[in-house]
């Protein structure tokens, strides 16, 4: 019986102990015969292009139009972790997107005085 924690090394060392298995006679005869018979009834579809040049010019197409989605997740990324993004937008586009009133200045410590007085009820 294989120990299932067997080494890669131990693996190679038993395969190349290992006898090589003959075919029996007419087993590619008959493997041929078989492919060439289920041909026209199999349901597998070969996906290879009819011919090279339309297989590369859609592998650029698809570079192509991977560009702008890439520059504009990039250019998203960028604005998204910059402070530089109000200058960007107008006052009201940002105030908009982002949830926050440019007008209402909070530094947090509002924040932090409404929790401690909360606490003490």
Do not use: C
């Not at 009819?50 to 560009?67: P, Q, T, V």
């Not at 890439?70 to 960028?78: D, E, P």
């Amino acid at each position: 019986m294989m120990d299932p924690h067997m080494t890669d090394h131990e693996l190679d060392r038993l395969l190349a102990a290992a006898s090589k298995p003959e075919l029996p006679a007419g087993a590619l005869v008959r493997l041929n015969a078989r492919i060439a018979a289920e041909e026209g009834t199999s349901n597998v579809v070969t996906l290879q292009p009819r011919n090279a040049k339309a297989a590369e010019l859609r592998s650029r197409l698809g570079w192509l139009a991977g560009l702008p989605l890439a520059a504009s997740l990039v250019l998203g990324i960028y604005l998204g972790n910059s402070d530089t993004a109000p200058s960007f937008l107008t006052d009201t586009a940002y105030e908009l997107l982002s949830g926050v009133d440019l007008d209402d200045t909070t530094s947090g410590i509002e924040d932090a005085l409404n929790a401690a007085e909360e606490d003490k009820t």
